[in-house]
């Protein structure tokens, strides 16, 4: 379930990630339920664009919890198919569809657990198929069964006698037919009986991503904020994946990155150094360098979302001792997205810089000197098209100027602020008070323009 836009919005919580527009029959203008009352026939309805309608009875879960969480760790095809089909379907619900009830995470018992073990399942097998140990070149007892070359960890087994009962040994008998034994889990480096082909590893592989959409899908549910934030496994296996972004899936990567972002309003990264059981070994600084590597990331989608997500992060003063050792590199990353054409990325580099000059003077001071940064905070209120990120910057440039260290900095840019005074009328008020700081002080050589920006503020 999604919450409403965040445009314009007052309260405290940021609103979560919407869906893109029009990707489902309850976006059109005559909502969900003309959508699903279309006729089939008609070619420009939204049923005939999106397939047939899924009809789901609300009593499934009660019926089945138990049955989809078995199927979740059975590892069977067929029963994680449907699984995983059943519950993507009923943890999808836009808040204009009113075909089918959304499953909070808190009614089925052990469902997060099993969805996270199809993710690691997959993980755990994730490596190059093309990777394969260097051999190592043998040049003595090349005949001889233990030689100490090649696979040194590999024991035999105490029961496996090489000698047979009537007294001659097998190599005597047939040679050739001596094979060397391997310890009991050799399937899993080699191609033996077990390990699986590229079907199968592909099959993996899409399993994963479709348990990722059905985390992503429960982090749009307030019910389920608490639960996935509190448990450890969860985001240690997300940011785990953060890390892996060269190596592994893309759209796995958005999916949890996106949960992530859903989730960071109310997320303590202090849970890596609690008493919880921990898997992986997560640490606070190795989160927040995965999200870091996620903001240097050239992939747009990835870029954005970590910015919107280090800016909800820091709302948490609990968060803060581990972000701040990275705000030059934040702030210096931040004013590059500003710089790009997209006016997505220039949005989410504003709304994450609006929080940062909001909790301390350090963090004005030094995104104050660094370079361009005002320069494309003006050019963002003179040429951006939405009025709250305009706003937004033109915000941060009253937070600089509030300390007195930067002024002598933006006194250089005081005629474009007079400009944007004159033009600009919906943030005449913000920089006319800006002015007002740079020129209304004792020590300032623009004494004589006090008086006027004093009334004009």
Request: charged share 25%.
């Amino acid at each position: 379930m999604q919450k409403p836009n965040k445009a314009g919005s007052a309260s405290a919580t940021p609103a979560k990630r919407g869906r893109p527009f029009g990707s489902t029959t309850g976006s059109g203008g005559g909502g969900g339920g003309a959508s699903s009352s279309a006729s089939p026939g008609d070619p420009g309805s939204a049923a005939s664009l999106f397939g047939p309608s899924l009809h789901v009875y609300s009593n499934l879960v009660d019926e089945n919890s138990k049955r989809i969480v078995l199927a979740l760790q059975s590892g069977l095809k067929s029963e994680m198919t449907w699984a995983l089909n059943a519950v993507t379907v009923l943890s999808f619900k836009e808040k204009d569809d009113l075909r089918r009830d959304s499953v909070p995470l808190c009614k089925i018992p052990g469902l997060l657990d099993a969805i996270l073990q199809v993710v690691d399942d997959w993980r755990d097998i994730a490596i190059p198929r093309d990777y394969t140990k260097p051999e190592r070149s043998r040049s003595l007892g090349l005949s001889a069964l233990l030689t100490g070359f090649g696979n040194e960890a590999a024991t035999i087994p105490s029961s496996d006698s090489l000698a047979s009962p009537g007294g001659s040994t097998k190599s005597e008998e047939n040679p050739n037919s001596l094979k060397r034994k391997r310890p009991v889990g050799w399937w899993f480096d080699e191609d033996g009986l077990f390990n699986l082909n590229e079907e199968g590893r592909a099959e993996k592989q899409i399993c994963a991503i479709a348990a990722s959409n059905i985390i992503r899908n429960f982090s749009f549910m307030p019910e389920n904020e608490t639960i996935m934030v509190q448990h450890r496994h969860c985001l240690e296996t997300i940011f785990q994946c953060l890390e892996d972004q060269n190596t592994e899936d893309d759209e796995l990567i958005t999916n949890l990155l996106e949960t992530l972002v859903n989730l960071a309003p109310v997320l303590d990264l202090r849970i890596f150094s609690s008493t919880k059981p921990s898997f992986i070994k997560m640490t606070e600084k190795r989160a927040v360098e995965s999200i870091m590597g996620m903001l240097g990331s050239s992939i747009k989608a990835w870029h954005c979302a970590a910015a919107e997500l280090i800016g909800r992060l820091i709302i948490n003063p609990d968060n803060e001792p581990f972000l701040l050792p990275f705000i030059p590199q934040i702030h210096k990353r931040l004013v590059d997205l500003m710089s790009l054409q997209a006016i997505d990325a220039q949005a989410a580099a504003v709304g994450a810089l609006y929080n940062l000059t909001e909790v301390n003077m350090d963090c004005r001071l030094k995104l104050a000197s660094e370079r361009w940064a005002v320069d494309r905070l003006i050019k963002i209120v003179r040429v951006h098209t939405v009025p709250e990120v305009c706003r937004k910057a033109a915000m941060i440039l009253e937070s600089l100027v509030s300390e007195s260290q930067n002024r002598l900095m933006l006194m250089a840019h005081e005629t474009t602020f007079s400009e944007i005074l004159m033009s600009e009328g919906k943030y005449s008020e913000t920089f006319a008070r800006i002015l007002y700081e740079l020129t209304a002080k004792p020590n300032s050589k623009m004494s004589s323009a006090r008086a006027v920006w004093g009334n004009v503020s």
